[in-house]
């Protein structure tokens, strides 16, 4: 069974940065998906972004393309979300999952598709 670990989460001003980081506990078919979710107080989970294990495409929620990188390091099992320009809505905790089904990209915003789930980590920007 695969565990995810997050990391990198904090309190950040508006404008700022964050790096989160999801190492997992043994390597994955490349052509699985990592996702990142994140679930505001009050909110439902929602998709953030994903890409394959082995690079390459990758897919985001509208609300973050174009602040929001994922990338992945194949060497260290460990893929990251880089976070620019965060703004207060940003605010949440933040979940990466895998899952070791090889689906369409199209699928991967879809949260019951995905087996493994980290603890998550917190998000939390100021004003």
């Known amino acids: 069974q695969v565990q995810l670990v997050e990391s990198g989460g904090g309190l950040v001003q508006a404008g700022g940065s964050l790096r989160l980081s999801c190492a997992a506990s043994?390597?994955?078919?490349?052509?699985?998906?990592m996702g990142w979710f994140r679930q505001a107080p009050r909110k439902e989970r929602e998709f953030v972004a994903a890409?394959?294990?082995?690079?390459?495409?990758?897919f985001y929620a509208d609300s973050v393309k174009g602040r929001f990188t994922i990338s992945v390091d194949n060497t260290k099992n460990t893929v990251y979300l880089q976070m620019n320009s965060l703004k207060p809505e940003d605010t949440a905790v933040y979940y990466c999952?895998?899952?070791?089904?090889?689906?369409?990209?199209?699928?991967?915003?879809?949260?019951?598709?995905?087996?493994?789930w980290g603890q998550g980590t917190q998000v939390t920007v100021s004003s």
């Open positions: 890409i394959r294990w082995s690079g390459g495409n990758s």
């Open positions: 043994e390597h994955s078919f490349s052509s699985y998906p």
């Open positions: 999952a895998t899952s070791r089904r090889v689906m369409s990209s199209t699928n991967w915003p879809k949260q019951n598709l995905y087996e493994y």
